[in-house]
């Protein structure tokens, strides 16, 4: 009967690592406390169902598994030879495959198959005298946390001789701005870390562990030596720190080489791929350039070169992308069509806006393109026939009776914002538009008062959005309802305004209104001290809406009429240099600021005037406000007429 061992383990390392305590002696802080896990040890079942295995079969190992083994057996020259021509980071990987090479890579008089591999690295700095040869390579190659063997490990603390992972560094490194004594500034090894963005964006931690053992020695040290081994330290650091910067700056330089490597392998197998795509009729798609989900596809950027059998593999996946591609490349393609031929229409629409009379209501180039005979023009085109403006033509030969059936139905859509207002008859026709007492408002503008047709200009109300009958329309202008509405006191005040003025609200328009250009006064603004108030008819009801007097009056005596005369100039001068492009020129029909009036007509027009609005050579546009051609001022008691 077999008898179990009392004897203890011995403890194993864990597979692919090496310990400090195998390496050699160093005077790091990591590796010396772990313990590997405790090997298990096979029962006699085990042994018995082993053995009867291994006279089963003697099957060979699949693939190249196995091909090495004969490698221990060869003549040491020709071994030697082969390490030579090696990395270290191969040395150290065959260190760890069988006990024979171990034994012959770990041996100290190997050190120069070490250093002969350590040769063939680009710039490489020399071992240092703290390390052996082994450990350096595991410190420089080996992606290991030396704390926790956390795999894919990049951040290395050259000073500490250490690599560790950011948990680790959390742990065993210490991130506050002071260190416990200032006696240990500039001996215990730090790391910097980027920790964000900005000016602090960096933050110095120092080895926890290394701290801790210099406190002890310190303590175990009369105060008198503390200066001899503060210096022996400091010194012993500047050694490893010098080194360390020579780390730093050769493994950046190969992180930039490794870099450039794979992007430059990740190249070529994207042409490679680019390439096959192309013999199989996908080239239309690569003509504008690599497309997008095909160079950040998983199965395009990896840092492999294409071969036959990668291609067979990946192929099916990529011909399902290029399949979106060239979808998206059609669409893209379409509405790339439709775009242009929406820019060649809205030069037409310049030109027939330029030969209609000034104030004519004309769509925006969102409504044109919605009526039947642009739209099929524009959409139903196939993208590859060019359109041109004799596609066009016939369209804007019947513009005007389209412009006529648009304007109705946007008529139509105004008379019913009206009827939802118990203040308007159900039997509202379009000659209720037209009434001085008709005035929607824009919920943009801070509810202004805006009147018929003016409402069918406003920039507010023709604007882009989303949900249009074709989606591909939204991004044009076109007039819409969202921002209209009809305010009741709006209603009640202008129609106060009229009956004042004699006016029958139900039968005035704004035009008659406008010609007639009352003048009136506020009765709740004059005072007998500072004088009376006195405007003229669209400063009266955006007065009224604003402040919500009513009480007005149109009994305006002659010499007060006078006055005002005399004063709407200056007014007007000071007025309209607020308002920004909402007058037009007569002769060109071009939008301009009052500012800029006179300095227009000279230079294009080569005619000096100093009133162009008195001369008739510039008038409002039709979306400018009510006020801006009007008067608003105080008529002072006693105030002499001039004339």
Known sequence: MLRRSDRKP??????????????????????????????????????????????????????????LKELVNMP????????????????????????????????????????????????????????????YAHLAFDPLCHYCYETNTPTIVWTNRTRCCGKCLDTNFNG?????????????????????????????????????????ELKALKTAEWGEWIAEKRAHYQTIAAHAELCERWNADRI???????????????????????????????????????????????????????????????????EDIKTQRLEAERMAAIHSRVRLLSSLRLEFVASQPLHSIIPEI?????MEDFRTIIIDTPPDETVTTAHFSHAMKELSPLIEEWRRTKDNELLTILKRDHYIDNDATTSTLYLASTLFTCRTCFHIP?????????????????????????????????????????????????????FDPNKATAQEILDANPLIECLECS????????????????????????????????????????????????????HIACWNCVLCKGQLQWLRAS?????????????????????????????????????????????
């Open 527 to 578: 005072h007998v001290d500072s004088g009376r108030l006195l405007m003229r008819y669209p400063n009266a009801v955006s007065h009224s809406i604003r402040l919500n007097h009513q009480k007005l009056s149109a009994n305006i005596s002659s010499d007060d009429s006078k006055r005002v005369i005399i004063k709407e100039k200056g007014f007007r001068r000071s007025l309209t240099t607020c």
């Open 176 to 216: 506050s701005m002071f260190m416990p004594r200032n006696e240990f500034r500039g001996i215990i090894p730090t790391v910097k870390l980027r920790t964000g963005s900005g000016r602090y964006r960096f933050r110095t931690k120092f080895c926890v562990r290394t701290w801790e053992r210099y406190e002890v």
């Open 256 to 322: 930039l080489d490794r870099t450039a490597e794979l992007r430059a392998i990740r190249l070529r197998r994207y042409n490679e791929i680019e390439r096959r795509l192309t013999e199989l009729g996908w080239g239309d798609d690569f003509k504008e350039g690599p497309p997008r989900d095909i160079i950040n596809h998983p199965l395009v950027k990896q840092p492999r070169d294409l071969t036959d059998r990668i291609w067979e593999k990946i192929m099916p996946d990529l011909l399902v992308v290029m």
């Open 76 to 135: 040491l020259d020709i071994l030697f030879e082969i390490f030579g021509s090696l990395n270290p980071v191969d040395i150290l990987h065959l260190a760890r495959t069988t006990k024979d090479l171990r034994a012959i890579l770990m041996n100290r008089s190997s050190q120069w198959i070490w250093k002969r591999a350590r040769a063939n690295m680009k710039d490489f700095p020399d071992c240092p005298s703290d390390l052996t040869e082994p450990q």
């Open 450 to 502: 805006i009147s018929y047709p003016r409402v069918l200009v406003h920039s507010c109300f023709n604007d882009t959005y989303q949900g249009k009958q074709i989606p591909e329309f939204d991004q044009y202008p076109s007039w819409n309802t969202r921002y209209i509405s009809f305010h009741p006191m709006t209603y009640l005040s202008t129609k106060s305004i009229l009956e004042s003025c004699g």
């Open 599 to 643: 300095h227009h007509l000279n230079s294009v027009h080569q005619i000096e005037d100093d009133d162009p609005i008195e001369s008739g050579y510039i008038v409002p546009s039709l979306d400018a406000p009510l006020s801006v051609a009007g008067y608003e001022g105080i008529i002072k008691p006693g105030e002499p007429v001039v004339i």
């Open 366 to 370: 969102g409504d044109l393109i919605m």
């Open 10 to 67: 011995k403890a194993r390392t864990i597979e692919n690592t090496i310990t400090y305590a195998e390496l050699g002696d160093s005077e790091t802080d990591c590796g010396d406390d772990y313990k590997a896990p405790t090997k298990r040890r096979k029962t006699q079942k085990k042994r018995q169902a082993g053995a009867q295995k291994e006279h089963v079969t003697d099957k060979k190992p699949r693939g190249k598994r196995g091909s």
